[in-house]
């Protein structure tokens, strides 16, 4: 609990508590939409912790928290209780990080944008007894940028951009290069054209009965059974329940496109020639809940009696 800004001190915010049945929803939906091809996965090996998994793998342990908060916000609530970064574990990027949120700003509800920058530092430390601290913290592959927005045009409409940026090193003879070179602009220049760059963009849009949501990436991180792969391009589009509607009944259908190698190995990010395909996606899911029984019935009794003398007593003042 902590006092609301810009209220008075006797005013009080609470966190509040999601009840079972709601947890029973999401896990319904979870299953439903394990089963597609575009569904999102929290992955420390992204910046904005996500990726998509095969279908009907199974998924890594949540890094959100329990409140719903995405990576980066949960990074901006982190640094406002004074902590500079916050540690993640990522095996493709040597083990231990440190990521932050470098800026960050918006307008309302309507638009909100962020850049976050992560710091490899256990590849820093490994790279330091072999080359010396200058060299480790001047490599550009220690470290990695990430910009995030969110735009929301009308209250049913939702639009997110994400583009990350990971320096790759180049070879000891254009090192040698470009260290000789007094021009820092051809440098930097250099190490973009190195660059691995992965964007994507998702839209949902809310319709009377119906959500529509469509998104394309490019280098998106897969995972499946081997473990992490690059999918080249991939695009898909969905009409499905609205998250928000807990109905008895979930759907969810649609098409995905992607162009990815015929076959994906662990660490390869092009391993063969490309291939394009094309999947129809479709899902249908029940759900509900019934009391079989009730304890201490005597009370329940008792409670339905005062509840039915109040109606009377109600009607009779109308009357």
């Known amino acids: 609990m902590a006092p609301s800004g810009g209220a008075s001190s006797n005013t009080i915010k609470v966190m509040g508590i999601t009840p079972e049945k709601h947890l029973l929803h999401s896990e319904v939906l979870s299953g439903l939409h394990s089963q597609f091809h575009s569904q999102a996965s929290q992955s420390p090996q992204s910046l904005e912790t996500t990726a998509i998994r095969a ?3 199974l998924g890594p342990l949540p890094l959100s928290s329990p409140s719903s908060l995405s990576r980066t916000q949960f990074l901006v609530a982190a640094q406002a209780a004074t902590l500079p970064c916050f540690p993640s574990s990522c095996s493709s990027d040597g083990g231990v990080v440190l990521d932050r949120v470098l800026v960050q700003g918006g307008k309302g509800e309507h638009l909100w944008a962020a850049l ?4 490899k530092a256990q590849r820093i430390t490994t790279k330091r007894r072999h080359h010396g601290w200058k060299r480790a913290l001047a490599d550009p592959e220690s470290y990695t940028l990430c910009a995030n927005a969110r735009l929301r045009a009308r209250p049913g409409s939702c639009l997110k951009l994400s583009a990350e940026l990971q320096p790759r090193n180049a070879s000891e003879e254009v090192q040698q290069q470009q260290a000789s070179q007094a021009d820092l602009g051809q440098s930097i220049a250099g190490v973009l054209r190195r660059s691995t760059v992965r964007a994507s963009s998702q839209l949902q849009h809310r319709l009377r009965h119906a959500e529509l949501r469509a998104g394309v990436a490019y280098n998106q991180r897969l995972q499946h059974c081997k473990g992490y792969s690059t999918v080249p391009l991939t695009s898909s589009i969905d009409l499905c329940t609205p998250h928000q509607l807990s109905t008895p009944l979930q759907f969810r259908a649609g098409l995905y496109h992607a162009t990815a190698p015929a076959e ?6 092009s391993p063969g020639p490309l291939r394009s395909s094309v999947h129809m996606q479709g899902g249908l899911a029940l759900q509900g809940e ?6 201490n019935p005597a009370a329940r ?4 009696y005062k509840q039915q003398q109040q109606r009377q007593q109600q009607q009779q003042q109308q009357q």
Do not use: H, I, Y
Not at 290 to 295: I, T, V
């Open 55 to 57: 279908p009907g793998s």
């Open 116 to 119: 976050t920058g992560r710091a």
């Open 264 to 269: 994906l190995n662990a660490g390869e990010d």
């Open 290 to 295: 019934r009391n079989l029984w009730s304890g």
């Open 301 to 304: 009794r008792v409670k339905l």
